[in-house]
């Protein structure tokens, strides 16, 4: 990768960059009494999907969702019931778009940039939860990390969508509200685009790599994106 | 690793395993007006430093421990001072250990076992953090992950145990109240013991890696080792 590459791809993140997970909280609200207990829940999806890929493992993300819900019912004394994997499950397949979505998809598809995404989840069959929220017509092609059983930020997931693309790291930019996913793409040679949403922030550290975007909406980020890397 | 192998040599986990975290909770309670914050910190490190070892990079826990404190006060809107960084590393230098540790390390000595520890955190000029909670003197080694420069649960880190001991993983039970631990161990070759702390639980799940033994205290963590596993 040299510093004047640019990309040509935009990877976008899907759930909480691109899908409002906050349709989860009544759910949550219920259970713990505490809507933000999904964040707790978030965290802890995240941390041991990781620790899945580092150990070898692997099980699909809605599978370690249910596990960390239980977990979490186990720490609070609260009862999970079937019904409420049901809902959980059903929430999770009918996340609205964030507000900002649609115009920054429209905004970089329109200056030529070639748009697909990269998600933990296991895929689905369609209607998919971004046809759901009206963003599916969006993208060129949609990964899942279950082609190569790591989760982000393995570089594994993020070399997949190089491979399949027919490009190099260097051409992607991976679009994502957590630090977590932009310091693994850039880690494997792709831009990192940061968009701050409620609940997250960067990690600032001296040996942790910044995005090279950051930007406190999509919309902003999109214009960040085409100002700094103009499509021929 | 075969059904007959029992392990010679117990490996301890370090911080909440058998060190209290919660004399960090002053901490958190001055700057985000909540005790619990402490848990949501614990799970971002643990869940950065995973990223950084998954990206192949490497920063020491306790700098990364600094980072998710900011991170933490960019979300809550907080404030977090260079004092406050301080009060950090010194309540984190002057952890107490669990009323359960030292009965529990004195039978599995007694009987025979040896005992080590491994730990995320950085190695530190003696008085280590375990000599002053009074455990120093139960162990023949205290290891850190900072010598593969990759964080649990990545196998290098119990290999690097097993390597050093001069035997197997399965010549290994390593003990965590951390389930993330136990599944990167025992995906690794070693035994996994699991003690519920507060705050910690199973994750259970099909393809997740179930603890050989689970206990409430460390007392009885020790007596199942002791019964399960018979020192010749």
Redesign the interface.
């Known amino acids: 990768m040299t510093l004047d590459t640019q990309p040509s791809i935009i990877v976008f993140d899907v759930n909480e960059t691109l899908l409002d997970i906050t349709i989860l909280e009544p759910l949550f609200e219920r259970i713990f009494g505490n809507r933000l207990a999904l ?2 829940w978030f ?2 999806l ?3 999907s ?10 699909p993300f809605g ?2 969702g ?3 819900l ?3 019912a ?2 609070h004394g609260a009862t999970v019931t079937d019904r409420d994997i049901e809902e959980l499950k059903e929430r999770m397949g009918r996340m609205p778009a964030h507000p900002d979505a649609i115009p920054a998809l429209t905004r970089l598809r329109d200056v030529g940039f070639r748009l697909v995404t990269l998600t933990n989840s296991a895929s689905s069959p369609s209607p998919t939860p971004l046809e759901r929220a009206g963003l599916g017509d969006f993208f060129e092609r949609a990964f899942s990390v279950e082609a190569v059983e790591k989760f982000k ?3 594994e997931t993020y070399r997949l969508v190089a491979q399949e693309m027919g490009v190099e790291t260097s051409d992607l930019c991976l679009v994502a509200c957590h ?2 996913d932009t ?2 793409a850039q ?2 040679g792709c831009r990192g685009a940061f968009v701050a949403r ?12 910044s995005p090279d975007i950051v930007a406190s909406a999509l919309t902003d980020l999109a214009e960040q994106i085409i100002e700094r890397w103009p499509v021929d």
């Open positions: 964040r707790e965290a802890q995240i941390l041991y990781q620790t899945m890929t580092l150990s070898g493992l692997y099980a599978e370690l249910i596990g960390a239980r977990m979490m186990s720490i930020p393995a570089p630090l977590w310091i693994g880690a494997a409620p609940h997250n922030a960067l990690l600032p550290g001296p040996e942790v790599p």
